[in-house]
């Protein structure tokens, strides 16, 4: 059984940084892409950051330069670091694996931690 478990959410103020986490398991995890989304009240989730299996990366444009997503294939961790915080980046932030798995598709989501900027 597939889990995906965030943490590392909390109040920071704007400026401020903050990291949060994601623990898989029950899945391959070296083998497969991984992402970060957010969900702010009254708005569409949106892709925040993704890393692939062999590592390469990609951002939201509000996001570039302030955010580095990295992952641990030993300790099956996907990270993101949130730097220069603004209050716009106050959302719930989710993990996600998603493709294929012998022809089937698959698209896992955690549970969601909450980050606020906030002064």
């Known amino acids: 059984q597939v889990q995906l478990v965030e943490s590392g959410g909390g109040l920071v103020q704007p400026g401020g940084s903050l990291r949060v986490s994601c623990v898989a398991s029950?899945?391959?995890?070296?083998?497969?892409?991984m992402g970060w989304y957010r969900q702010a009240p009254g708005k569409q989730r949106e892709l925040v950051a993704g890393i692939t299996s062999g590592g390469s990366t990609q951002y939201a444009d509000s996001v570039k330069g302030r955010f580095t997503i990295s992952r641990d294939n030993v300790k099956n961790v996907v990270y993101l670091q949130m730097n220069n915080l603004k209050p716009e980046d106050t959302a719930v932030y989710y993990c996600?694996?998603?493709?294929?798995?012998?022809?089937?598709?698959?698209?896992?989501w955690g549970q969601g931690t909450q980050v606020t900027v906030s002064s």
């Open positions: 996600n694996s998603r493709g294929t798995n012998w022809g089937r598709p698959y698209d896992y």
């Open positions: 029950g899945m391959s995890f070296s083998l497969v892409d």
